[in-house]
């Protein structure tokens, strides 16, 4: 009899490849074989931004993602139809070649929770253990998994699209969202939204069948939402070495940061999708300036000139003070003590890294579950502030410097995110409700 093996399929996007192969790394280090599937244009990149070490503990492969080498890959809409179209045979075919060449059979297969609905395509699937995982709030699934709900109270039409802009409660004790920021929004056509909002429903019947469901989150985090679902069980936070990059980190930063006073940083990273104007690209330059602070900010490699080229002069004034990188590795800039405070999306990953670091945040929302996220921030915990945009929809370098200027000032955000750190590593430390959940799952895949 093999090992209990495990193949883990995120969503191909880096906000949820991340996690994952954190999650796949614990199993690893616990015994469990897992073979970590990626499309073949994120595996190339993972590959080459991957640790040698990583390599070695996983095994990485790669399945088709149904689309053209010329189709683009941000378009959600035609990469959930390609999947869903491709995948499950893919999955089937790569699961019969292990169990036919290899000692350890696949025994269980985790998911992203939005990818759920794959393992219904088969039956033989069904045969083997299945687990979903949350990347995200465990507040999104509540949202997502009520879709029938608000549409039966008028919040929301069948295809998603809000009918009020009220906010709205879940139970009492959850965040007020506002239906006009609701995750499938995100797209700016009807159709696209259309199709991933019934994607969005679909995986979460899925869902619903799989033998274990989890999610990166913690009992310190999100007490109502994990109440409101009942079913899914927090492991997190996921705090292992960072894998499953799209981009090489940029290392230097860490010296810089080692050459500049403590709590004086200014850090500001946008995640993997966010793109800004040249008009805001210029403004978040300029405010930067106008802090008068140290700051270090993550260009995105792929972006290139695209959000526009820097104020003139900005690069030669902010010289010595400011540093740009084209990836940086997150979670060892957050803990550094140079960090004061971090300009952030509020995805998912970064919102419980700076939870986990200390650091106090200031949000900058996006698109799909970064408001939500941006609500818990601001509204729920009190360890952040909102940058708010002018009439042209445009946060400008005065607001950036002013708010800075709060969250640092004597407000209490250190303080209150200092306290919720505390309660959140508890979760996830030997004898916490994460750990023991973790625990719990590792021993169910290794169960015969």
């Not at 609905?117 to 709030?137: C, D, H, M, N, V």
């Not at 994607?199 to 109502?224: G, H, M, Q, T």
């Not at 140290?294 to 290139?304: A, K």
Request: with cysteine.
């Amino acid at each position: 009899m093999g090992r209990a093996h495990v193949v883990a399929i995120p969503y191909p996007a880096q906000g949820h490849v991340i996690p994952m192969m954190e999650l796949a790394q614990c199993l690893a280090k616990n015994g469990v074989r897992v073979t970590f599937v990626n499309t073949e244009s994120n595996h190339r990149r993972v590959v080459e931004a991957l640790p040698m070490q990583m390599e070695e503990l996983l095994d990485l492969v790669s399945v088709p993602d149904g689309l053209d080498c010329w189709e683009d890959r941000m378009d959600f809409a035609k990469s959930v139809e390609a999947l869903g179209r491709v995948l499950p045979p893919e999955l089937q075919a790569l699961i019969q070649s292990i169990n036919a060449t290899q000692t350890d059979a696949v025994t269980c297969i985790v998911t992203d929770v939005f990818m759920a609905g794959i393992t219904q395509a088969y039956e033989s699937f069904r045969l083997i253990k299945r687990a979903a995982f949350l990347p995200a709030a465990a507040a999104l699934l509540a949202l997502t998994t009520s879709a029938d709900k608000l549409v039966d109270d008028g919040i929301i039409d069948t295809n998603g699209t809000p009918l009020q802009s009220e906010p709205i409660r879940l139970s009492p004790s959850m965040p007020a969202v506002n239906p006009n920021h609701f995750a499938w929004l995100c797209l700016p056509d009807l159709a696209s939204r259309k199709l991933i909002f019934q994607s969005v429903v679909d995986n979460n019947k899925s869902a619903k069948l799989a033998d274990f469901l989890i999610c990166n989150s913690s009992s310190a985090l999100e007490p109502a939402a994990l109440g409101f679902l009942g079913n899914c069980r927090p492991i997190g936070p996921l705090l292992g070495r960072q894998a499953g990059h799209f981009w090489p980190e940029n290392p230097t930063c860490l010296s810089w940061l080692d050459r500049q006073p403590p709590s004086s940083v200014v850090y500001v990273a946008f995640g993997s999708f966010t793109l800004l104007d040249p008009v805001q690209f210029r403004e978040l330059a300029l405010g930067l300036e106008l802090t008068g602070m140290p700051f270090l900010w993550v260009v995105r490699q792929d972006v290139g000139e695209a959000e526009g080229p820097y104020p003139d002069g900005f690069e030669e004034r902010v010289r010595g003070r400011g540093k740009t990188v084209g990836w940086a590795p997150q979670q060892r800039v957050l803990a550094h003590p140079a960090v004061a405070c971090f300009v952030t999306h509020c995805g998912w990953n970064s919102t419980v890294e700076s939870i986990s670091s200390g650091v106090p945040v200031l949000c900058w929302p996006y698109f799909a579950d970064q408001f939500l996220n941006e609500t818990y921030v601001v509204d729920e915990w009190g360890v952040g502030v909102r940058l708010e945009r002018d009439g042209g929809g445009v946060i400008g370098r005065e607001e950036i410097r002013r708010k800075v200027e709060v969250v640092l000032g004597d407000g209490g955000y250190k303080k209150r995110m200092v306290e919720l750190q505390g309660k959140t590593l508890a979760t996830s430390a030997e004898g916490g409700s994460s750990h023991a959940n973790l625990c719990d799952f590792i021993d169910w895949i290794k169960e015969e």
